[in-house]
């Protein structure tokens, strides 16, 4: 079980990942350790060079390795940081509906592919 209340920080970001790594996404603020949390499950998924910095209440997440592969592995893993966001920040809402951290909202953050209803029907040719 991951102690996300733990008054000790986690790792500095890789210095060689912090000064010549590609940003991949910038997320809104989500608390150091569930965004290190996050950060080592892509990291597993994708086995490429993945950190992570804070600023400006952003949390920009960084690779020296495939940008593709680690783009891939965090849609992989947009579901457990919907949750987080959602475990964090919870119950946080607009207008008494609209979550700000919604599921749709991760997956844009991350450009995760919807399918448009009806693509499942489409058989190619």
């Given at each position: 079980m991951v102690n996300f209340s733990s008054?000790?920080?986690p790792p500095e970001?890789?210095?060689n990942i912090y000064k010549n790594g590609t940003c991949v996404v910038v997320l809104p603020a989500l608390s150091m350790h569930r965004c290190e949390h996050w950060v080592s499950l892509v990291r597993?998924?994708?086995n490429e060079p993945?950190?992570?910095f804070y600023a400006g209440r952003r949390n920009c997440i960084l690779t020296t390795g495939d940008t593709d592969k680690v783009k891939?592995?965090?849609r992989?893993?947009?579901?457990?940081?919907y949750e987080l966001f959602k475990d964090q920040h919870a119950p946080l809402l607009l207008n008494d509906e609209e979550e700000i951290y919604s599921q749709e909202a991760v997956k844009e953050w991350l450009g995760v592919q919807t399918p448009s209803k009806g693509d499942a029907d489409v058989v190619p040719e």
């Open positions: 008054k000790t920080p970001c890789n210095p597993a998924r994708c993945v950190d992570w891939e592995a965090m992989s893993q947009w579901l457990i940081l």
